[in-house]
């Protein structure tokens, strides 16, 4: 479940709670009782898990790539290659 963080616009007081995608937001403060708590915008924070992606698809690394021939001038008419 995500956390949410309120503040309200007429005590300050700020508080986070734990809250289901689908809960109707906070409006009333818990502190001053008044209709003036209203979410704020912060960064997102998530924690992986479990063996996950990483374990199985990238925890060896990027691959080499294969070095690419350099292409003749000639066109391969001569013996330069």
């Not at 007429?10 to 937001?25: H, L, N, R, T």
């Not at 008044?34 to 997102?44: P, Q, T, V």
């Amino acid at each position: 479940m995500p956390i949410y963080e309120y503040r309200c616009a007429d005590c300050g007081f700020q508080k986070e709670f734990i809250q289901k995608m689908s809960d109707a937001p906070l409006t009333t403060c818990p502190e001053c009782g008044k209709e003036a708590f209203g979410k704020m915008l912060s960064a997102a924070g998530f924690q992986l898990k479990g063996s996950g992606w990483y374990q199985t698809d990238f925890k060896g690394g990027a691959k080499p790539k294969e070095e690419a021939k350099p292409a003749a001038s000639c066109g391969g008419s001569c013996a330069c290659h």
